[in-house]
């Protein structure tokens, strides 16, 4: 089979207009349950079987797991992606003849764990540069504001600043000094369209990587949180490394200002391409000379930066649990 899933409905141009205006929308019931299960099945033999790079980015913060590249290595998702219907409505919101996914990534949050997601832009910490990209985010149990449903600033993917690549521990080596502080939006919330949905499993967020996004902790003691996000390029995009943007440690051929092209960024539509999918017939690991050229690299920026002062710590934003009184609506 060389084609992925027909969507059981296409976007409406609503949808795709609302996307465009406010780079962020929510879409219902859109993942039918044989779909949805290959996705929890996916996000849970990721969450127990974590890669190194997954356990060395999680291990601050107890309950708390995050790790990317999951289809590299668990056979049910790489399927997801193949054959899913993502890569449909991934198309229809880019506006691409070409769908290439990019990588998948885990986001999982249990009962009571105070690890907010700051605010930032996804592009920020991508190694491509192109206005045809899109990120879809679901949620494996349902998701209110309290267990860290995400939050968006509506529109904010059309503002012209790029803002610095601000993770949940503020990773020194993505900290790009030449671009803007994002401003501390949670300290006044009431400057800004804010957007968050109460979602189902089933239920999808799609964005565009410009928009503004982050999410409390999970302040509920009994709920879950277990998020599965895809990210997919289009037409236009081009690979754009620098030593401040997330490494790509998989095999692919892709030159800087080039296509992205190859097994680490596979061609979805409008068919496979059968050399790339035949290198995920396996399991692929890391290349490991690539992994420790971006440990060496994480260490000196984090060196560089403490030698530099305060700029970490300026970049630190408010994220008080929220509560039913306070809470930015
Ligand atoms: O799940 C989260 O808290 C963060 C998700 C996110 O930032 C993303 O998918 O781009």
Request: hydrophobic share 40%; net charge neutral.
């Amino acid at each position: 089979m060389s084609y992925p899933h027909a969507p059981a409905r296409a976007l409406t141009d609503e949808e795709i207009r609302r996307y465009r205006e406010d780079g962020v929308i929510m879409v219902p019931r859109a993942v039918d349950p044989n779909w949805l299960a290959m996705a929890e099945a996916g996000l849970e033999e990721a969450r127990i079987r974590m890669s190194l790079l997954g356990r060395f980015m999680s291990r601050k913060v107890e309950g708390y797991k995050m790790d990317i590249f999951l289809w590299k290595r668990i056979d049910v998702l790489r399927d997801l992606i193949y054959y899913g219907p993502f890569a449909h409505w991934a198309g229809q919101l880019m506006g691409s003849q070409e769908v290439r996914f990019f990588y998948d990534q885990m986001f999982v949050k249990e009962p009571g764990t105070d690890a907010p997601t700051p605010w930032h832009q996804d592009l920020s910490f991508w190694p491509i540069r192109g206005e045809q990209v899109c990120s879809f985010w679901m949620p494996m149990d349902p998701v209110t504001r309290e267990n860290s449903g995400l939050l968006y600033v509506k529109g904010s993917h059309k503002w012209p600043q790029r803002f610095k690549a601000v993770s949940p521990d503020y990773v020194a080596a993505l900290i790009d000094d030449e671009m803007d502080d994002i401003p501390d939006i949670n300290a006044d919330p009431s400057k800004y369209d804010l957007g968050d949905w109460d979602m189902q499993p089933g239920d999808i967020l799609m964005f565009h990587p410009l928009t503004l996004h982050g999410s409390f902790g999970n302040s509920s003691r009994t709920r879950r949180r277990r998020a599965l996000a895809l990210r997919w390029t289009g037409d236009d995009v081009v690979y754009a490394p620098t030593s401040k943007r997330m490494p790509i440690n998989y095999r692919h051929d892709s030159v800087p200002g080039g296509p992205l092209r190859g097994a680490a960024f596979p061609r979805i539509l409008p068919t496979h391409i059968e050399a790339e999918r035949l290198a995920r017939v396996r399991v692929e690991q890391p290349q490991p000379c690539k992994m420790f050229q971006s440990a060496v690299n994480n260490a000196v920026s984090a060196l560089k930066l403490s030698a530099s002062g305060d700029k970490v710590s300026r970049l630190k934003q408010t994220w008080t649990p929220p509560s039913k009184a306070d809470a930015p609506k």
